[in-house]
């Protein structure tokens, strides 16, 4: 079964520089969410996208914007990365209408900041 | 407090025994219930769903949630050293739109 694809699995930047994020979500799947995990912590919900618009904000620094493409597929950009912003950040899609529907997440993209 | 609490542990429990996680949430809103595996460095991996009270079996694993209490449970039954990871509770809440809220997880590690 197709699953929630993420590119680049890792990524290295250095600090002050700007990184783009892209996320597939599962084929009919209308919603995608963001999250990032720092290092022993829970998912932390940055943004949310229903059908192409912004649905939900978490806390997602002004240095982060996001969006969703006519495609479904979304990306997530940083600019003026900050060592703090090292982290894996996680895509994940569900079925927003189906209230039982769980997330599925992507493999996820890690991002070192040097 | 809060939305969604877990012991953070370690828990440690021998091979074949039976592991218990625990879960508590805040909102009485919260519509459905689901855990997630996640090993170190992986992203998390459903394996257990709930949405009403009682008790949810699929394979080692039962799910229980009382919704009166504002508790879901995860218990694994004959744990195996490769359950040994961190269990993510998550609640998915309606709020105009839908929320998913994490519990910080609880790291379970299963002793040969």
């Known amino acids: 079964a197709a699953g929630v694809i993420q590119s680049p699995r890792h990524l290295i930047k250095e600090k002050r520089e700007t990184a783009t994020l892209k996320c597939y979500p599962i084929?009919?799947?209308?919603?995608v969410y963001w999250y990032q995990q720092g290092p022993g912590q829970d998912p932390q919900f940055l943004i949310s996208f229903y059908e192409k618009m912004q649905s939900d904000k978490g806390s997602i620094p002004d240095r982060f914007s996001a969006q969703q493409f006519s495609d479904y597929h979304s990306e997530l950009n940083m600019s003026s990365l900050e060592l703090g912003d090292s982290a894996l950040y996680f895509c994940a899609s569900s079925v927003t209408g189906e209230h039982n529907s769980p997330l599925h997440f992507g493999n996820g993209t890690r991002l070192t900041v040097t | 407090q809060k939305e969604v609490e877990q012991n953070s542990g370690p828990l440690s429990v021998p091979e074949g025994a039976i592991a218990s996680l625990n879960c508590t949430y805040s909102?009485?809103?919260?519509?459905?219930f689901f855990w997630y595996r996640q090993y170190s460095g992986k992203s998390p991996e459903l394996i257990m769903s709930?949405?009403?009270?009682g008790d949810k079996e699929d394979g080692r694993f039962t799910a229980q949630l009382n919704k009166a209490s504002q508790y879901v449970s995860l218990l694994i039954r004959d744990s195996q050293p490769s359950d040994s990871a961190t269990y993510l509770c998550?609640?998915?809440?309606?709020?105009?739109?839908?929320?998913?809220?994490f519990g910080t997880g609880t790291r379970l590690k299963v002793l040969a």
């Open positions: 709930i949405y009403s009270n």
């Open positions: 909102d009485r809103g919260s519509q459905s």
């Open positions: 998550a609640v998915k809440v309606a709020s105009g739109t839908y929320k998913y809220i």
């Open positions: 084929p009919r799947h209308d919603t």
